[in-house]
């Protein structure tokens, strides 16, 4: 029997970031204690995004600024050898998919902070099913509009809560 594999969302990473009392983090650190050997991934999308995110916040405030920088370097030492990066076949799925009106609106416009939408999840999506693997994520809704459109092989899951949105696809 091989092993699932996980790509963790953005949201997750940074809740990772967040200061240990917090309970959520506390829950997704338990889960990823719960998975052994199976193999976690992150996505230098996700890797973008936080980094942008944090170079919008040095501006008005620079020490928390450096704070998440800190946080998420030591996430990067730790998950180092598990970032992937998308190819160019990627890159043509995602662009297929992002034309897809219902998925338009991940890709378009601006977010709750007002800062213009990546299309991240999407491409999360994509990239989970390059390597077969389940995306956890604590923002299921859209991984499961998403799904309606690419089946996410490996399913998805929030780690916070270790429950199961969709099941991984069996072969």
């Excluded at 230098?44 to 008005?60: D, K, P, Y």
């Excluded at 939408?117 to 956890?136: E, H, M, P, S, Y």
């Excluded at 509009?145 to 099941?167: F, K, L, N, Q």
Aim: with cysteine; net charge negative; charged share 20%.
């Amino acid at each position: 029997m091989s092993l699932a594999s996980y790509l963790l969302d953005t949201d997750v990473i940074s809740e990772l970031m967040a200061a240990p009392v917090r309970k959520r983090r506390q829950r997704i650190e338990a889960w990823l204690r719960s998975l052994g050997q199976e193999p976690v991934f992150l996505s230098s999308v996700s890797i973008s995004e936080i980094n942008r995110g944090i170079a919008l916040l040095e501006a008005r405030n620079p020490s928390a600024a450096a704070a998440l920088r800190q946080a998420l370097s030591n996430i990067l030492s730790i998950y180092e050898d598990a970032i992937i990066t998308p190819s160019h076949a990627e890159w043509q799925v995602f662009a297929r998919l992002s034309a897809i009106p219902e998925l338009r609106h991940l890709c378009n416009g601006r977010n709750e902070k007002n800062q213009p939408k990546t299309g991240a999840d999407v491409f999360l999506a994509v990239q989970a099913n390059t390597i077969g693997a389940a995306v956890a994520t604590l923002n299921s809704r859209d991984f499961v509009v998403i799904d309606r459109h690419m089946e996410i092989v490996g399913g998805i899951i929030d780690p916070a809560s270790a429950s199961w949105i969709t099941e991984p696809v069996s072969a």
